[in-house]
C-alpha cells in the first residue's frame, strides 16, 4: 500500500515537472513568435567553376548567430529541469538574454554586414521585382503589378563562402524619389544600376547615373553593377548586349544581363553584390589604383580624338586621309614622316618598309579588338575587381 501510493506521488511529480517543462517551452516560443526577426530565412550560395550554385534556403533562429558562450549557455537551459516556478521564470529570463546577446552580437559585427545596396533605374525597370525575387529562392510571379508597388527596405541573409552576410536593399519607385535624389539621400555600399533592354530611355538613363557615380569617385570606392533586365523579351529588345557591355567598360562597373520573368541571372546577380562589396572592402586601396589607371588610360583614349589626334589614331592602328597633312613627330611603328610631295617616299605602297608598317598596324588592330574582348570578359566576371 505504502509502494502504491509512493508510485502515485512520483508519476504526480513527474508529471508536474514535464507540465512545467512544455510550459517553459511555450512560453519561449511565443516569445519567439512575438518578435518579428527571431527566425529570419537564409540563403545558400557557392560559387564553381560552372557558377553559382543555389543550395537552398533554410529558416534560422536569431539566437544561432551568437558566440559560443550564448550557445553554451542556451545549451544549459534546455537540460534544465524545471521543478520550481523560478526554475521557469529563470529560463524564460535566460532565453531573451540570450536572444538580446545575439541580436547585438550579429549586428556589431561589421564583417557579415548589413549592407546596404541602392536600387537605381527608370521607370518600370524591374528594380522592385528583382528585390522581390532576391528574398527567397521560391519562383515569383514577375509580371504582378502589386510587386512593383512594393517599394522600401528589405533585408536578405545570404551565406556565401562560409561566411553569413546581410544586405539591405533600398528600393524607391520613380515617381517618388527619382535617382538624383537617391543618390545624394543615401550613403550604400553598392549601387545596382537597370534598366530595361525594351527602352531605350531607360538606358540613356543608367547612362546619366554611371557618370554621376563615376564623377564623385564611388565607382572607385563601391561595388556598381550595370543590370540589363527583361533579357527574355528578344522580340521587344532595343538595347543589345553589347551596347550594355561597352557602357559598363566605358563607365569600369560591371554588367549582367537579367529576368526576373524567368528567373535568369538572378541569383548570379545577388552573389555578384555580396561578391563585389566585400572585395570593395577588403582591397581599397587596389580598387582605387585599377580605378586611377583605366582612368589614365582613358583619358589618353579621349586625347586621341579625329580632329586632334591623328598621329595617334594611326599609331593605335586608325587609318588618315592621305590627302590630310600630318605634322609632328613620327608616330610609333614608322607609318608616317615628312616627306617632300611628289618624291617616291610620299606614295604609302611605295615608301620603304611599307609591308612592316602595315604588319604593325594589323597586330595593333588585333591587340585593340583582344583588349577590348578581354575587358568585356572582365566586366562580366562579377567575382573579380
Known amino acids: 500500500m505504502v509502494a502504491h501510493i509512493t508510485a502515485d506521488h512520483n508519476r504526480s511529480k513527474l508529471q508536474e515537472a514535464e507540465h512545467q517543462a512544455v510550459q517553459i517551452n511555450y512560453a519561449c516560443r511565443s516569445n519567439a513568435r512575438g518578435v518579428?526577426?527571431?527566425?529570419?530565412?537564409?540563403?545558400h550560395f557557392s560559387i564553381t567553376g560552372k557558377g553559382v550554385v543555389n543550395r537552398g534556403d533554410s529558416l534560422k533562429s536569431r539566437r544561432s548567430k551568437s558566440n559560443n558562450?550564448?550557445?553554451?549557455?542556451?545549451?544549459?537551459?534546455?537540460?534544465?529541469?524545471?521543478?520550481?516556478?523560478a526554475v521557469a521564470g529563470s529560463a524564460r529570463t535566460s532565453a531573451t538574454c540570450s536572444l538580446a546577446s545575439s541580436r547585438e552580437s550579429s549586428t556589431s559585427n561589421p564583417a557579415s554586414g548589413p549592407y546596404k545596396v541602392l536600387m537605381l533605374g527608370g521607370q518600370a525597370v524591374g528594380k522592385s521585382s528583382l528585390v522581390s525575387q532576391f528574398m527567397t529562392s521560391e519562383y515569383l510571379h514577375a509580371y504582378d503589378t502589386s510587386i512593383d508597388d512594393d517599394s522600401g527596405e528589405k533585408t536578405v541573409s545570404v551565406l556565401?563562402?562560409?561566411?553569413?552576410?546581410?544586405?539591405?536593399?533600398?528600393?524607391?519607385?520613380?515617381?517618388?524619389?527619382?535617382?538624383?535624389?537617391?543618390?545624394?539621400?543615401?550613403?550604400?555600399?553598392?549601387?545596382?544600376?537597370i534598366y530595361s533592354s525594351t527602352d531605350k530611355e531607360t538606358f540613356l538613363?543608367?547612362?546619366?547615373?554611371?557618370?554621376?557615380?563615376w564623377t564623385t569617385e564611388n565607382i572607385a570606392q563601391k561595388a556598381v553593377i550595370l543590370v540589363a533586365n527583361k533579357a527574355d523579351l528578344a522580340r521587344c529588345r532595343v538595347v543589345t548586349s553589347d551596347e550594355g557591355k561597352a557602357m559598363a567598360t566605358q563607365y569600369d562597373c560591371k554588367f549582367i544581363e537579367t529576368s526576373v520573368?524567368?528567373?535568369?541571372?538572378?541569383?548570379?546577380?545577388?552573389?555578384?553584390?555580396?561578391?563585389?562589396?566585400?572585395?570593395?572592402?577588403?582591397?581599397?586601396?587596389?580598387?582605387?589604383?585599377?580605378?586611377?589607371?583605366?582612368?589614365?588610360?582613358?583619358?589618353?583614349?579621349?586625347?586621341c580624338s579625329p580632329l586632334g589626334g591623328a598621329i595617334c589614331l594611326a599609331g593605335i592602328g586608325g587609318s588618315t586621309n592621305p590627302s590630310t597633312p600630318v605634322s609632328g613627330p613620327p608616330a610609333s611603328g614608322g607609318g608616317f614622316v615628312d616627306t617632300p610631295p611628289g618624291s617616291a617616299h610620299s606614295s604609302p605602297r611605295k615608301y620603304r618598309g611599307s609591308r612592316t608598317s602595315a604588319s604593325l598596324k594589323v597586330k595593333g588592330l588585333l591587340g585593340r579588338v583582344w583588349a577590348r574582348d578581354s575587358k568585356s570578359k572582365s566586366c562580366e566576371n562579377l567575382h573579380v575587381l
Open 36 to 43: 518579428e526577426e527571431e527566425y529570419y530565412r537564409l540563403r
Open 69 to 85: 558562450s550564448v550557445a553554451s549557455s542556451n545549451s544549459s537551459t534546455e537540460h534544465l529541469t524545471p521543478a520550481t516556478g
Open 160 to 193: 556565401l563562402s562560409g561566411e553569413e552576410s546581410e544586405l539591405t536593399f533600398i528600393d524607391h519607385s520613380y515617381s517618388e524619389m527619382t535617382p538624383e535624389n537617391c543618390m545624394s539621400t543615401y550613403d550604400p555600399h553598392g549601387y545596382c544600376v
Open 205 to 213: 538613363i543608367a547612362e546619366r547615373i554611371l557618370q554621376i557615380l
Open 261 to 303: 520573368g524567368i528567373n535568369h541571372n538572378v541569383d548570379e546577380l545577388l552573389v555578384g553584390l555580396l561578391s563585389q562589396i566585400r572585395l570593395k572592402l577588403e582591397n581599397p586601396e587596389k580598387s582605387r589604383d585599377l580605378f586611377r589607371k583605366r582612368s589614365i588610360r582613358k583619358s589618353k583614349r579621349r586625347a
